[in-house]
């Protein structure tokens, strides 16, 4: 068949989000074209840790996500505190510079609660507390990060099976191996469908409605080096290898602007020592990031960052880049035994480098001024605290350094206590913050700043959201949310419907 309702481009999490409301909505004949095969299906969902970060007034409000839960973690609410649209908005636009774009972030904060639901409720999503990620024990007290309690059950593994399940119980096609190449327009400019090569050659598929929700261009060594420059450009890529920047391409050459910033991505801490691209079956596996509760140094011996600037999750999007802008892209991460096991439990696919001195330490690590290195650590070591003077890993605890050129500004311990451990770390890029200008509708906008009647977008594709730095688990609800959106509306094209405004 080559005629349907609504086609999507992509198979991550925003691309089936909106390919299930497209369904849901009265759209008949849906199909998903994956580019992968299907061994390698879902986009960068499945690498990610499937932690959701969304608004709400109440911790009991998330309950229904959790069924048992209180049975599960003695007295689990008292650990959360409330996470309102005004301090989901806020973080967005801290750590952001105020630049996300003023509606499409107030569309993605006021629908971030119904969204989750809506994936646990129609997408038939499971969710679990996100413990190993975001929660940090406090006595018998589990302590969470605001706004991040809840993830997908079995992380972004278990978020895209949960997808395609319930695609294929809706009666949604999905076609592997089918790598979209065109766009293709009626004579009233309008977006009636796409040019798809597949094993048996090349074919045009016809539509009322196409959703773009295929990802950006981070695994693109030629679009990461000309737009955000050659250090990015010869990143490791955290993700799958098939974001290649296709439909933003496909997009701009029917004359859709291109909106957001274009030199900026998401860059974790990952392992040095891993290949190009993450291993499949590792996920995430790979991320170093509790760098706060330790010393970051770089090839020449210096510390390069504030560790202690703020929670993880508000500075590991930008301190991986931060990484790769070092010499030779690398740099270690060095903690005590005072602290070592609050290190997330990723840290375990690494074997750590130990010794029971710091001149050891260092001694063994691949940088080239270890003189300076040693000189650097008993520097901080001299301006820290010791960790009875009130570290607190659960929050900012303002244990600071003092006389440093370059502060630590919380969770500023002596590295004191043998042995001593060092981890490598590089920046491994996640996806890219250019992408296509959108309405509130989720229809994509042309240089001539009038929508492109038929054609949508989701997913890592919209930009304007996200401007040099990113709030954790913000990807996957906002890929929910605007997939949710375009889904809506591309069903409403297809079936006649006059377009609704975003809830």
């Known amino acids: 068949m080559n005629e349907y309702d609504v086609i999507v481009v992509g198979a991550g999490n925003a691309a089936l989000a909106s390919a299930v409301s497209a369904k849901e909505n009265g759209a008949q004949r849906v199909v998903v074209l994956e580019k992968a095969p299907r061994e390698m299906r879902g986009g960068n969902t499945h690498w990610s840790g ?263 999750m508000f500075t590991y999007a930008k301190y991986g880049r931060a990484i790769l802008a070092e010499p030779g892209a690398k740099a270690y991460q060095l903690f005590d035994s005072q602290v070592v096991h609050l290190l997330e439990p990723r840290y375990s696919t690494s074997e750590p480098i130990m010794s029971d001195t710091i001149e050891g330490l260092i001694e063994q690590l691949d940088i080239d001024d270890k003189k300076q290195a040693l000189k650097t650590v008993l520097e901080y070591n001299a301006a820290a605290k010791h960790a009875e003077d009130g570290f607190d890993p659960s929050q900012k605890d303002g244990l600071t350094t003092q006389g440093l050129a370059l502060e630590k500004t919380n969770w500023a311990t002596k590295l004191e206590k043998a042995p001593y451990y060092a981890y490598s770390a590089t920046g491994g890029i996640t996806f890219t913050f250019g992408g296509l200008r959108v309405d509130e509708n989720t229809q994509v906008v042309g240089t001539d700043w009038r929508p492109i009647k038929g054609l949508f977008a989701c997913g890592e594709m919209i930009g304007g959201l996200f401007y040099d730095n990113y709030p954790a688990g913000t990807g996957l609800v906002s890929g929910a949310t605007f997939g949710r959106i375009a889904g809506r509306q591309a069903a409403a094209l297809s079936t006649g419907k006059t377009l609704a405004k975003a809830a």
């Open 50 to 312: 499937g932690v959701l970060r969304f608004a709400f007034d109440d911790p009991k409000e998330i309950g229904p996500l959790l069924p048992g839960v209180e049975q599960e973690y003695e007295d689990f609410y008292s650990g959360i505190a409330p996470y309102t649209k005004d301090d989901f908005h806020g973080d967005l636009m801290r750590v952001t510079s105020g630049q996300t774009d003023p509606i499409l972030s107030r569309v993605l904060v006021d629908n971030s609660k119904d969204t989750v639901f809506w994936m646990s409720e129609v997408g038939k999503v499971p969710m679990e507390p996100a413990i190993t990620l975001t929660g940090v024990r406090k006595g018998n007290r589990i302590v969470w990060a605001r706004g991040l309690v809840v993830r997908a059950e079995h992380e972004g593994v278990g978020l895209s099976r949960s997808w395609f399940a319930t695609c294929e119980r809706m009666g949604i096609e999905v076609r592997y191996g089918a790598a979209v190449v065109g766009l293709l327009q009626d004579d009233t400019g309008a977006v009636c469908g796409v040019t798809v090569r597949d094993d048996n050659g090349v074919k045009e598929l016809h539509a009322k409605a196409v959703v773009l929700g295929c990802g950006g261009f981070e695994a693109n060594v030629q679009m990461r080096t000309q737009h955000i420059g050659p250090l990015v450009g010869a990143a490791k890529v955290r993700g799958t290898p098939h974001n290649q920047g296709d439909g933003l391409r496909m997009a701009m050459n029917l004359g859709a602007m291109p909106w957001g910033q274009w030199s900026g991505c998401h860059a974790t801490p990952i392992s040095a020592d891993w290949g190009n691209f993450a291993p499949r079956e590792m996920t995430d596996r790979s991320n170093r990031l509790s760098y706060l509760y330790g010393v970051m140094i770089n090839r020449m011996g210096k510390r390069f960052v504030d560790e202690g600037a703020d929670g993880a």
